[in-house]
């Protein structure tokens, strides 16, 4: 993948990390994929109601959206009660933030589960626990998250907000009979993604990588996302998006590391 510093990356970050990011991205060598995903067999399109709504991009309405790490085309299935559920910030300025959950009931409406859970954006990955936040799903049901950053308290309609389908799955005994014989880590990300269990597979690859980052194994599991697009117009939108997401993880990266001073 070839990748290159986008014109909104000079409103979100100053020029000395534009500079690094210019040197930096030419010397990225893409790594082999290390997990494959592969939808389930009986997958089912996403409803209406994922579709995000807001200005493109960040709170100042410019470059990459607030974007669900989670399948597109597809509805995302996990075998967990409570899975860890993850996006991506694209604003470097803190703003209130709200996660929301939603069943869908017998006619496909969806109805909220628990209250709102209030928090802070922070850039780059962001993830939630449900186990944490005292919220269980059922086997069986098909749910709606969605995450909002609350852009300006006096005007809604610039709220950024991404949504995403998710059902939950019973373990297949052959699955478990394998994932008995691993260790957590990287063959549990495998096999996971290989049964076509989206939020399991990225939750532990999450697991792998360093804090509010995303790691190999989850940019791969995105990568595959890409080859799932309905038609070529579709993939090379969603091939832009992770290319800028990558991109302004560096800077991120590069944003954290430039003032920490080694201890004597």
């Known amino acids: 993948m070839k990748y290159s510093c986008y014109p909104f990356l000079v409103q979100s970050f100053n020029r000395q990390l534009l500079r690094i990011c210019l040197l930096s991205l030419s010397l990225v060598v893409t790594p ?3 997990a494959e995903y592969v939808p389930p067999p009986d997958q089912k399109p996403p409803s209406d109601y994922t579709t995000s709504s807001g200005p493109r991009g960040g709170c100042e309405g410019d470059g990459i959206p607030l974007t669900a790490l989670a399948p597109k085309t597809h509805v995302g299935a996990t075998l967990s009660t409570h899975p860890t559920l993850a996006w991506f910030v694209p604003d470097s300025t803190i703003k209130p933030m709200e996660f929301r959950l939603y069943e869908y009931d017998a006619q496909g409406k969806p109805k909220p589960v628990g209250q709102p859970i209030q928090l802070e954006s922070s850039p780059g990955i962001m993830m939630l626990s449900l186990a944490r936040e005292q919220l269980e799903l059922t086997v069986g049901k098909t749910y709606l998250w969605q995450v909002t950053i609350l852009c300006d308290s006096d005007n809604d309609s610039s709220d950024l907000i991404a949504r995403a389908d998710m059902q939950v799955v019973q373990m297949p005994l052959a699955l478990e009979e394998k994932l008995a014989q691993v260790k957590p880590g990287l063959a549990t990300v ?5 049964a076509g269990f989206w939020y399991d597979a990225m939750g532990e690859a999450l697991q792998l990588a360093p804090p509010w980052q995303l790691g190999e194994d989850a940019v791969s599991l995105l990568r595959d996302l890409v080859n799932f697009a309905p038609n ?33």
Do not use: G, H, V
């Open 32 to 34: 082999t994929a290390l």
């Open 190 to 194: 495998e096999l996971y993604a290989s």
């Open 232 to 264: 070529q117009t579709r993939r090379e939108f969603y091939r832009a998006e992770l290319e800028l997401i990558e991109n302004t993880m560096l800077i991120l990266r590069a944003d954290k590391n430039c003032c920490i001073t080694p201890k004597d």
